[in-house]
């Protein structure tokens, strides 16, 4: 069984966040032995055609960065533990939530928002 308070502490990346830019936000939650990745981001659509386009484009980059995530938090759960992080994938799941639109000009803004979940072996 993973040491949870150790996983907790690593996961812990409130003033170390992965993008210094602000337009990309990824965070880690772990509650009780099941840990959730949160990822999201802005984009910028017109059409209901680029909000498809832009969505692929930002779930590919999504599961890039979680994968990153996991993969370096598995190593660094390694070198503090002693032990080998087992994560059993439990899927994930994602939305769009428009921001901000106006009558007067067609371009929008949305949040995508990716989120995946782990159970803690």
Do not use: W
Not at 33 to 45: A, E, P, Q, S
């Amino acid at each position: 069984m993973a040491d949870l308070k150790i996983l907790h502490d690593l996961c812990d990346n409130f003033y170390n966040p992965i993008d210094q830019t602000g337009t990309i936000s990824l965070k880690s939650v772990l509650h009780n032995d099941v840990l959730t990745v949160k990822y999201m981001t802005i984009v910028h659509f017109a059409t209901e055609h680029a909000l498809q386009a832009q969505v692929r484009q930002a779930n590919e980059q999504a599961l890039q960065i979680i994968d990153s995530k996991i993969s370096d938090l598995k190593s660094v759960y390694r070198e503090n533990a002693g032990e080998t992080l087992r994560l059993e994938d439990l899927g994930g799941s994602d939305n769009v939530e428009l921001v901000s639109m106006a009558p007067t000009t067609p371009r929008k803004v949305a949040y995508y928002r990716y989120n995946r979940t782990y159970k803690v072996e």
